[in-house]
């Protein structure tokens, strides 16, 4: 299992980026996907995740309604779209997958481990 994260860069606030993650070595439709981000000096944190089974989409309380998360089987590839961009978004972002389904009391932001990660792309917001 191999995933290879890109679309990282600056923008300015208010800005939008979209990531991608292409997998290898494992075919992303049954495997839960989830983004992580990880700022200078600061933990890393789950800022979204998707669960194979069912689709359903989870999201930190920091980025609901700015980013969205979502996968592409044919080109196994998952996006993060994140729209109305914020200093506070700048970190190297992760994405890391998971041969188990999620349910809400099991997610990227609590409760399930990933046990797959990329690289990380460099997310810069300038004020």
């Known amino acids: 299992v191999q995933l290879q994260a890109s679309g990282g860069g600056l923008v300015q606030t208010g800005g939008s980026l979209r990531l991608s993650c292409v997998g290898s070595g494992f075919r992303l439709g049954v495997y839960s996907i989830g983004w992580f981000r990880q700022a200078p000096g600061k933990e890393r944190e789950a800022v979204a995740c998707l669960s194979y089974r069912d689709g359903r989409r989870y999201y930190a309380g920091s980025v609901k309604e700015r980013f969205s998360i979502s996968r592409d089987k044919d080109k196994n590839t998952a996006y993060l779209q994140m729209d109305n961009l914020r200093p506070e978004d700048s970190a190297i972002y992760y994405c890391?997958?998971?041969?188990?389904?999620?349910?809400?009391?099991?997610?990227?932001?609590?409760?399930?481990?990933?046990?797959?990660w990329g690289q990380g792309t460099l997310v810069t917001v300038s004020s």
């Open positions: 890391a997958a998971t041969p188990y389904y999620l349910t809400p009391s099991t997610t990227c932001l609590g409760g399930r481990t990933f046990e797959h």
